[in-house]
């Protein structure tokens, strides 16, 4: 074996890639080659690309650290274009594909020489924990400016500024049971169900199933670990009760066995997903999985060990070095150390030497902190004349951008002690175990606390009901135990769902015995730890074992509080390496054990997610859709402009061109308005109102339901007949008006405002499911089925009574009656109510006909003048009614006295309503409060703005008293002025006063405050 020329880091045998296939790509604007099969993080160290990043606060060179989701430094940014931008990837876990493009995340001008790197070098004793807080705050003046730069100096990655050319897909699935995890324990436990006839789903994160088989030097049947492993998914892929989900990730473990698993459908074969058959495959897929049962067998992460300047590039993870060499034939350096607290490790030591010997590569010594391992792995390193230095460990590692020697001495790791004379061993590469960490977070994600566990030295997962655990997730490291244990969790899920266990025959282990392993987390040093070198906890987010110090001395004693206070296990990588470590040292300064100190809180995502995969096909007109009326075709092709309602598309108002204009322009919105105005109030007009929200009731109780949810009395409203109603929030405040009518003795239609229909049928729901569910009622969303088209004005009795057969006379039809009956030959509902004052007809016919029935009111209203309205013109003939617009007249701030809508309110209902106890608060009592208006500018030809500030006095000092603000503003072609509606202090014993609305240009009006009703004070217009 010797080093490839053009990867000299790469073994010319061995690994489980594809050699046959080279693969160019580029990282940070230079070329380098890998094979089909690398991650980007194996090509790199294959190239001995040493920096892959700097840190978050310090800006330190960064190299990669682990080979799994664990890894902290190797942050990097996907996409040769702006559309592909894809920020924070993890090079452990990115396949490599040919014409890859990556970019380190921070580094300024470049990741080699970066002029923060500066300042974390000479001022980074000066950023302790809780720098940010004490440092920038005063003058508070400078936040702003500071954040800029703070900003500038931090982060992680860019989001593109363009739109994403990729599509995501949702899949929801059941089965009896979810295996998480597909190394031995998972899959032993996937042929155990599989073989019952369960549904079962295997996933795991790796580009390949198989998890440490895939690297591991024992033997199964005399066989290598990883051909027993292809041989159980060959098994598994062929039978059609299982699924295999190779490249996902279950990264949120939720209530009732549902799991979301993030599926990397594409991201293997290019920076956008390929284009088969002009289609474009997903790029990932997000699989909502509800399960009977769900196993983890998550395995566990090996924990480095804490020492000074461990984050040099050249440190990394002894479990890493292993799957480099064993699964990509990568060896990453030259001379090893290895400085262990177990036998496992050894592996390590082990594989470089028998892999790397022939291509110049030597273990210069295996530091072991126990003072007398004795198991089989040691005896092998022993055998082969590798050093062990025994009861000592790396208390440093030498060098500034690659590691390049290792100072090694004796330790007492109870006492936190250095024992001996440093001796410093020249090596360029550094791999550290302290142990291995269950992979807890899914579990925790139920609510399920964990536990500490001395055996394992870490914490096991705390378990709900359906939730079972195997092998290394919680803590049976050996092969032996976690094939057995993935059988037996299996086996009992298997029980409680009524399946029997299949016949499983486990291979034989060749065993190999280890020693126990010891408790060491931070490594002394011949310093205090405040002095000493900077030990690193948490690399991503450059928390050291000192800032842990800080914080328990200044009084943080609380893990949460220690956590945030750091930002330990912050970031994305959720603490995988450095938490147990930080807990310790933690547990070490407050004289405590770590049981109690306790563990943080692990809460979704396990690892990021991107939000194209989250959203999925629910984008664009999929998560925001256009919903259109029957006319909406008739209404383009008459020339309207629309406005967004809610999700509706409403005409806002119909230009129509110019008698006048020879190039065919059309009128403003102003003079479409007030010719759409004075035409309701001359003659008539038609309105499209089907976006109203519309709910069906009905029930033995729908009576008194509508009774308690509204604030007015609905026991005696007679069938045939309409009222208008107000429905307030629990404390005392409008949620929403409309009218509701009597279709029969315990059958109601009430109406919503357009844009909250959606929410007064939650809450309908939720009043009736949770307060009342002895009411027998029911509500069903009719909004869709019935179209509604208003015709209003003068005119509008004549023009109706020319096409239907419902009696029409003024006695016989009042207001806010309503008739069945035909109109245009269609079966309708009518209803004899205004918002706009007028003489009004709302016509109800189902939508598939309302086309037709608006057509037919146009061929018999010319004569009338028939003219279409929108919702702008809507606004100014409601307004000058004073009909309120509830969420712009109304902000969630006032009562229906508040609005003058006392007449509206049943206070000696026999049973509570909602909101009635509120409105009894002292506080909905003042007199004071904002109170609805009318204003009537001086000047006739001044129109408001909308959400103008008033104030009483105009020559007050700044800041002025804001007394309240304008809610709806218009200029009125039949008043011939502006006007508006207000919410003014105190407002209703004010009327005939002056206030003032200063503007932003330096202008100030002035406006007497009147009553809301400009038009038709009496309301007799509309009982024609």
């Known amino acids: 074996m010797s080093k490839s020329l053009k990867q000299p880091n790469r073994l010319r045998e061995g690994g489980r890639i594809d050699r046959a296939r080279t693969l160019s790509f580029t990282f940070n604007g230079k070329r380098y080659q890998g094979h089909a099969g690398d991650t980007l993080a194996s090509a790199l160290l294959a190239n001995g690309v040493d920096i892959v990043n700097r840190s978050f606060k310090y800006s330190r060179p960064r190299g990669i650290v682990a080979a799994g989701p664990e890894e902290p430094n190797a942050l990097i940014?996907?996409?040769s274009t702006e559309a592909a931008q894809v920020p924070n990837v993890r090079a452990t876990q990115q396949a490599l594909f040919d014409g890859l493009t990556a970019q380190s995340t921070n580094g300024w001008p470049n990741v080699q020489r970066d002029v923060m790197g500066l300042v974390g070098k000479l001022g980074g004793s000066f950023m302790p924990p809780g720098f940010y807080y004490k440092t920038f705050m005063a003058p508070a003046s400078m936040w702003m400016t500071y954040e800029k730069y703070i900003r500038k100096g931090a982060g992680l990655g860019r989001s593109p500024m363009v739109p994403d050319p990729d599509v995501y897909d949702h899949l929801n699935?059941?089965?009896?049971?979810?295996?998480?995890?597909?190394g031995p324990a998972?899959?032993?436990?996937?042929?155990?169900?599989?073989?019952?006839?369960?549904?079962?789903?295997?996933?795991?994160?790796q580009e390949e199933m198989g998890g440490s088989l895939l690297e591991s030097r024992e033997l199964l049947d005399s066989q290598p670990a990883a051909q027993w492993a292809e041989q159980v998914l060959a098994e598994l892929a062929g039978r059609a009760n299982v699924t295999l989900l190779p490249r996902t990730t279950a990264n949120g473990y939720h209530d009732h066995h549902f799991v979301t698993l993030h599926e990397r459908r594409t991201e293997h074969l290019g920076e956008t997903a390929p284009v088969v058959d002009g289609v474009r495959s997903s790029r990932s897929r997000m699989h909502r999985v509800r399960a009977g049962q769900v196993l983890l067998a998550t395995g566990a992460h090996?924990?480095?060990?804490?020492?000074?300047?461990?984050?040099?590039?050249?440190n990394l993870v002894a479990g890493a070095v292993s799957t480099y060499i064993r699964r990509y034939g990568v060896v990453p350096g030259t001379k090893l150390v290895l400085s262990t607290t177990n036998d496992h490790a050894y592996r390590a030591a082990l594989d470089w030497h028998d892999f790397g010997k022939g291509a110049g590569r030597e273990v210069v010594a295996i530091v072991d902190a126990r003072p007398a391992p004795d198991g089989e792995l040691v005896e092998q390193a022993r055998a082969r004349g590798i050093r062990v230095i025994t009861g000592s460990a790396v208390l440093e590692a030498k060098g500034s951008t690659r590691v390049s020697g290792a100072r090694v001495a004796a330790i007492d790791a109870e006492a936190f002690k250095v024992t001996g004379q440093a001796e410093t061993l020249a090596c360029d590469t550094i791999a550290s175990s302290g142990g291995y960490s269950p992979v807890i977070h899914l579990a925790s994600h139920t609510g399920a606390r964990p536990s500490w566990s001395d055996d394992v030295l870490g914490f096991v997962p705390g378990l709900v009901k359906g939730v079972h655990a195997a092998g290394s997730a919680r803590g049976i490291h050996n092969l032996a135990g976690g094939l057995a244990d993935g059988v037996a969790m299996?086996?009992?899920?298997?029980?409680?769902?009524?399946?029997?266990?299949?016949?499983?025959?486990?291979?034989?282990?060749?065993?190999?015995?280890?020693?126990?392993?010891?408790?060491?987390?931070?490594?002394?040093?011949?310093?205090p730890t405040l002095r000493a070198p900077k030990q690193f906890v948490d690399l991503q987010n450059d928390v050291t074992a000192g800032a842990i110090e800080i914080a328990t001395r200044e009084g943080f004693e609380s893990i949460e509080h220690v956590k945030r206070y750091t930002a330990m296990g912050f970031g994305t990588d959720q603490g995988k390496l450095g938490n147990i470590n930080g807990m310790a040292i933690a547990a070490r300064c407050l004289n405590k054990t770590i049981p109690e100190v306790g563990t943080t809180v692990f809460r979704p995502n396990y690892t990021p997610v991107t939000f194209g995969a989250i959203a999925g096909r629910h984008c664009r007109e999929l998560f925001d859709p256009e919903r259109y009326t029957a006319m909406h075709q008739w209404h383009v092709e008459n020339g309207a402009e629309f406005e967004d309602v809610g999700q509706w598309k409403r005409p806002w108002y119909f230009p129509q061109v110019r008698p006048d204009a020879a190039n065919g322009e059309r009128e403003s919105m102003a003079e479409a308005v007030a010719r759409e105005c004075l035409a309701v109030r001359e003659k008539v007009g038609i309105l499209d109102a089907s976006t109203l929200g519309k709910i069906d009731i009905q029930g033995p109780d729908a009576r008194e339901f509508l009774n308690r949810i509204y604030t007015n009395k609905w026991a005696k409203l007679e069938v045939g007949r309409a009222r208008y109603g107000l429905m307030c929030r629990d404390d005392g405040m409008l949620m929403d008006d409309g009218t509701t009518s009597c279709l029969g003795e315990n059958h109601f239609l009430m109406t919503t405002t357009t844009g909250g229909a959606a929410g007064v049928m939650e809450w309908l729901e939720l009043w009736h499911q949770t307060e009342w569910p002895e009411l027998n009622v029911t509500f069903t969303s009719v909004t869709d089925h019935w179209a509604t088209m208003t015709i209003t004005g003068p005119e509008a009795r004549h023009l109706l009574a020319e096409i239907t057969d419902i009696d029409l006379d003024r006695e016989r039809f009042k207001f806010m009656d309503w008739r069945e009956g035909k109109v245009a030959e269609v079966p309708a509902r009518v209803f004899r109510i205004s918002f706009t004052g007028e003489l009004a007809y709302e016509i109800n016919v189902q939508a598939n006909y309302a086309l037709h029935v608006w057509q037919t009111l146009f061929q018999h209203g010319e004569k009338y003048g028939l003219t279409p309205y929108g919702t702008e013109t809507m606004h100014v003939l409601r307004a000058e009614k004073g009909f309120i617009i509830a969420g712009q007249d109304s902000d969630g701030s006032v009562t229906p006295e508040d609005l003058g809508m006392q007449w509206a309110v049943g206070y000696d209902k026999p049973f509570s309503w909602v909101g009635k106890r509120a409105l009894s608060r002292s506080d909905t009592r003042r007199t004071d409060r904002k109170q609805l208006v009318g204003l009537k500018p001086k000047d006739p030809k001044v129109v408001l703005e909308e959400g103008a500030q008033i104030v009483f006095d105009p020559d007050h000092a700044i800041p002025m008293p804001m007394v309240g603000h304008v809610t709806s503003s218009y200029y009125s072609p039949t008043l011939k002025s502006g006007f508006a509606l207000a919410v003014v202090k105190g407002g209703h014993q004010r009327m005939g006063e002056t206030v003032y609305l200063p503007m932003a240009d330096g202008k100030t009006h002035a406006a007497e405050i009147v009553g809301p009703i400009f038009y038709d004070p009496k309301g007799e217009r509309q009982h024609v």
Not at 173 to 182: R, T
Not at 302 to 314: F, I, K, Q, T
């Open 77 to 79: 940014q996907l996409g």
């Open 490 to 527: 299996a086996t009992q899920a298997l029980e409680t769902l009524g399946h029997s266990a299949g016949n499983i025959e486990l291979p034989q282990v060749d065993v190999i015995r280890e020693g126990a392993a010891c408790a060491l987390y931070q490594v002394p040093h011949e310093k």
């Open 173 to 182: 699935q059941h089965c009896d049971l979810l295996v998480v995890g597909a």
């Open 186 to 205: 998972g899959l032993a436990a996937a042929l155990t169900a599989a073989r019952s006839g369960a549904r079962v789903i295997l996933c795991d994160e």
């Open 302 to 314: 090996e924990r480095p060990l804490v020492y000074a300047n461990n984050d040099v590039p050249g």
